[in-house]
Antibody, heavy 120, light 113 residues
Framework: EVQLVQSGAEVKKPGESLKISCKGS????????IGWVRQMPGKGLEWMGM????????RYSPSFQGQVTISADKSISTAYLQWSSLKTSDTAMYYC?????????????WGQGTLVTVSS | DVVMTQSPLSLPVTLGQPASISCRSS???????????LNWFQQRPGQSPRRLLY???NRDSGVPDRFSGSGSGTDFTLKISRVEAEDVGVYYC??????????FGQGTKLEIK
């Protein structure tokens, strides 16, 4: 069974750094892209970017390029989303999801989400 | 950039009645391999999104057959033949054709009248 398990909720202050994680199991972690999706409070889903864990090739939505860094450690089947300096506007739920399937890989299995709260 | 536009944004439905959600893309979603990478997701209150349909009309495992998808090119539709209480939530279309950028629609909130 494919599972993506994300790290727990975080409360941070503006300017602080943060790295959240997403651990995959039940499939070949290095064979599928892992994507990240943001959901701000009461809002819709926004695709942020993705990473191919086998070679750490990362792609970003223009809206998020330079704002976050996506990385992965294939030795422990874990992908990461990190910020160097958080803003209050980064307050959101963040989901990781696998891009799987044949053809062009599509988002299929999702993690449970990590709630990030940034407040002074 | 591809823009995905859903309508309606709010959909009150009586239990047992059908429901339909439209999704339009600003560019064709037909990929060079001939497939159309249009997905539908359901997000129940307080839950992670769950994919219902992929490549326009293919149901994911465990998805009830009252959910169906249709469309081509730039116009797509999600239909629920008879709405049940567990269908309450927000429905999103998402294009994955224009790799690597994936784009969601704004979401349609389905509620019971």
């Amino acid at each position: 069974e494919v599972q993506l398990v994300q790290s727990g909720a975080e409360v941070k202050k503006p300017g602080e750094s943060l790295k959240i994680s997403c651990k995959g199991s039940g499939y070949s972690f290095t064979s599928d892209w892992i994507g990240w999706v943001r959901q701000m409070p009461g809002k819709g889903l926004e695709w942020m970017g993705m990473i191919y864990p086998d070679d750490s090739d990362a792609r970003y939505s223009p809206s998020f390029q330079g704002q976050v860094t996506i990385s992965a450690d294939k030795s422990i089947s874990t992908a990461y989303l990190q910020w160097s300096s958080l803003k209050t506007s980064d307050t959101a739920m963040y989901y990781c999801a696998r891009h799987g399937g044949s053809g062009v890989p599509q988002l299929d299995y999702w993690g449970q989400g990590t709630l990030v709260t940034v407040s002074s | 950039d591809v823009v995905m536009t859903q309508s309606p944004l709010s959909l009150p439905v009586t239990l047992g009645q059908p429901a339909s959600i439209s999704c339009r893309s600003s560019q064709s979603l037909v990929y060079t391999d001939g497939n159309t990478y249009l997905n539908w997701f359901q997000q129940r209150p307080g839950q992670s999104p769950r994919r219902l349909l992929y490549e326009v009309s293919n149901r994911d495992s465990g998805v009830p057959d009252r959910f169906s998808g249709s469309g081509s090119g730039t116009d797509f539709t999600l239909k629920i033949s008879r709405v049940e209480a567990e269908d309450v939530g927000v429905y999103y279309c998402m294009q994955g054709t224009h790799w690597p950028l994936n784009t969601f629609g704004q979401g349609t909130k389905l509620e019971i009248k």
